[in-house]
């Protein structure tokens, strides 16, 4: 297949574009910043946010995965107008696809179901927007909302996927992203302590990305023979791992003992969640592969090839008492 995929400097799209074209699919990228990572497949430089027009300068295409955001909680917390972007460039990529009669594959995110601990695992049909707890979170739940009409009324092909901490390859680039595991990788190395946002107990589905990009592929396998066709998939690991045991297997690989200190939680952040996985198991036969305990010498294995990427973060962002939830709804 020809496929456009939006975001593809950023982690998951580099990974994903990659993979494409190692199985013979063509890929065409769209960034508005430059691919650091390699020169291997072809790309646009343009913002997604500009006011219409977009796909002049794109080749024919059969498919789009639409990965570029603004992809930072709580970034978004502080600048909720990137919230708006990420809500437009979905608007726009949406317009493309009606424009083209083209299917879109649409990166959304566990953040959906918000951070109330109703459920121990949370299956797709959870979702409920009265719990929308950041404005990043009211941006993927407002793209999905525009995805769902664009079906009922232009009759697009869909499928929509909610990935939970994607983590490897392609990730390091901390003075662009802080992500978590990359910064406790850094951190212990260089023995500084690390702080948890939320408390011992906080819980998350960590998913190493040659996972997620699997799931990404059987989708667009599936949506482009139309065998799997307007869904909304879980695409995680499918098990809960504290934030505490995530710093304690990096340290472990490192051979170094963790300092870890505890904080509340910032606001907008999710602090307990495990995915329901089985419908991505149903639907496109997928699996993950990676649990955490090997995914995470994989990631520092990564990390320390790479540590150019990683050299000019300082990693000491001091949170005001304003970025902290006051009480968990
Ligand atoms: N990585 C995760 O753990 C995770 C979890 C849930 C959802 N997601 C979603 O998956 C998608 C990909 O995530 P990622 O981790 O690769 O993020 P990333 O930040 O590494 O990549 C996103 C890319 O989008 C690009 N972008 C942002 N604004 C743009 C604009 N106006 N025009 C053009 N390009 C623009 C950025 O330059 C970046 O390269 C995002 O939509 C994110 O919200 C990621």
């Known amino acids: 297949m020809r496929i456009i995929v939006t975001g593809s400097s950023g982690q998951i799209g580099t990974n994903l574009a990659l993979r494409l074209q190692d199985v013979g699919h063509e890929v065409f990228g769209v960034d508005k910043r430059l691919n650091t990572w390699t020169e291997d497949f072809r790309y646009l430089l343009q913002d997604l946010t500009f006011p ?4 002049d300068d794109y080749p024919p295409a059969d498919l789009v995965v639409h990965l570029a955001a603004h992809a930072k909680v709580h970034e978004l917390v502080r600048e909720p107008r990137r919230a708006l972007e990420n809500s437009i460039m979905t608007f726009n990529v949406l317009e493309y696809c009606r424009a083209n009669g083209l299917p879109l ?3 959304s995110t566990r953040e959906v179901y918000g951070d109330v601990h109703r459920f121990d695992e949370y299956g797709e049909a959870t979702a409920d927007f009265a719990f929308t707890e950041s ?21 697009l092909r869909y499928l929509v996927f909610r990935f939970s901490n994607v983590y490897g ?18 951190r212990l190395l260089r ?3 690390i702080t948890i946002y939320g408390g011992s107990e906080k819980t ?8 997620c990009v699997d799931g990404i592929a059987r989708g667009i396998e599936a949506l482009g023979a139309g065998t799997v066709v307007n869904e909304t998939i879980n695409l995680a690991y499918g098990q809960g791992n504290t934030l505490v045991r995530a710093a304690e297997l ?3 690989d490192m051979g170094v003992e963790p300092q870890i200190s505890f904080t509340p939680s910032l606001l907008g952040e999710v602090t307990h969640y495990i995915a ?4 991505a198991h149903d639907l496109l036969d997928w699996r993950p592969q990676v649990p955490l305990d090997e995914g995470i010498p994989q990631a520092v294995a990564w990390f320390r090839e790479h540590p150019e990427h990683a050299a000019d973060f300082v990693g000491d962002w001091v949170p005001q008492e304003t970025d902290f939830k006051l009480a968990v709804t």
């Open 105 to 107: 594959v649409f990166s």
């Open 52 to 55: 219409g027009g977009l796909g």
């Open 250 to 252: 990096i340290a472990s």
């Open 276 to 279: 329901d996985i089985r419908k």
């Open 135 to 155: 404005p990043y979170s009211a941006s993927k739940i407002a793209s999905e909302a525009l995805i769902y009409s664009y079906a009922r009324c232009y009759g």
């Open 191 to 193: 023995h500084q302590p």
């Open 169 to 186: 390859r392609y990730d390091n680039d901390l003075s662009r992203m802080v992500r978590v595991i990359p910064l406790f990788i850094q």
């Open 204 to 211: 998350l589905d960590f998913t190493y990305v040659d996972d």
